[in-house]
T-cell receptor, first 112, second 115 residues
């Protein structure tokens, strides 16, 4: 089954404690991306990757890091989380010249 | 810069009636794709429909159709014969397909279907 898998789905953490949200896709897609969703703002792109070792900033990259060492994985790293990073996070993947972005189920993060 | 605008924060529709959700966009890219996604209360993002900027005909997928007016830069979603299960948040999105493949989303429209 074609899917994008994110972990953890839910996380409560404290300010400054480094965390990683993993994302893995099984469709051999070249492109992957991370979004955060906040009420009234829709989804905003944090980072995206066009292939292994190729990443670029989206609209809200501050406070986040990513890496793309393998085609299937695209982890999101919060080195020192702050309360303003409390949000719902989505990972997505797609292939150029096709339609759909495939989304993971979302990861709800709370930073206290 | 690219921009997506959904001007309707919330809408009501009677069950079995049709409803149009508005979406306008702005881009200077010659090639782009337009999407609609549904997000029910459970939170997952469900793909509904896709329209490429060079597609001559409006996209349709079952009860969903995308009313694409390129000159007006609008990509409205039409849902025919609304069902109670259509109550959800709906997001319009645009993807640059000239090389960067960056995708941006609108703020969303929450649709309520009344019985």
């Amino acid at each position: 089954e074609a899917q994008v898998t994110q972990n953890p789905r839910y996380l409560i953490t404290v300010t400054g404690k480094k965390l990683t949200v993993t994302c893995s896709q099984n469709m051999n897609h070249e492109y992957m991306s991370w979004y955060r969703q906040d009420p009234g703002l829709g989804l905003r792109q944090i980072y995206y990757s066009m292939n292994v070792e190729v990443t670029d900033k989206g609209d809200v990259p501050e406070g986040y890091k990513v890496s793309r060492k393998e085609k299937r994985n695209f982890p999101l790293i919060l080195e020192s989380p702050s309360p303003n990073q409390t949000s719902l996070y989505f990972c997505a993947s797609w292939q150029p010249n096709t339609g759909e972005l495939f989304f993971g189920e979302g990861s709800r993060l709370t930073v206290l | 810069a690219q921009k997506i605008t959904q001007t309707q924060p919330g809408m009501f529709v009677q069950e079995k009636e049709a409803v149009t959700l508005d979406c306008t966009y702005d881009t200077s890219d010659p090639s782009y794709g337009l999407f609609w996604y549904k997000q029910p209360s459970s939170g997952e993002m469900i793909f509904l429909i896709y329209q490429g900027s060079y597609d001559q005909q409006n996209a349709t997928e079952g009860r969903y159709s995308l009313n694409f007016q390129k000159a007006r830069k609008s990509a409205n979603l039409v849902i025919s014969a609304s069902q109670l299960g259509d109550s959800a948040m709906y997001f319009c999105a645009m993807r640059d397909e000239t090389g960067g493949f960056k995708t941006i989303f609108g703020a969303g429209t929450r649709l309520f279907v009344k019985a």
